[in-house]
């Protein structure tokens, strides 16, 4: 058996989630793969995006977020422009991904 570069045997039980190094929303959330990542990473993962009923119930139960919404992210978008346009101090939206659909996110800044 060849020995692995990387020691990925850990249990979810044993893992520190420091949440030091940002906040993250996971869009095209789909089970939750990448949000594991960004948690075993450190950032703080405050909710999800996903269209699919389905995989987004997934999501839900393996990491309960916060903040979930379940619809395209073009509303998503526009509700958040329309909330910019009228309130001030509205959530400043830092990095919105264009990357493949499994690994946008948007990074939040705290104001």
Known sequence: M???KF?????LAEANFTKDKGKVFSC????GGS????K?????????NEIDPKVN????????????FLEDIRKLRE????RERTTA???QLGYFGRLTPMFHFLHIRQP
Do not use: S
């Open 57 to 68: 119930q997934v999501y839900v139960t393996n990491h309960a977020p916060r903040f979930n």
């Open 79 to 82: 509700r958040e422009r329309e």
């Open 7 to 11: 020691p990925y045997n850990w249990k």
């Open 2 to 4: 060849e020995i692995h």
């Open 28 to 31: 095209f959330a789909c089970g």
């Open 35 to 38: 949000t594991m990542g960004y």
């Open 89 to 91: 101090g509205a959530l």
């Open 40 to 48: 075993l990473a450190g950032f703080d993962v405050i909710g999800c």
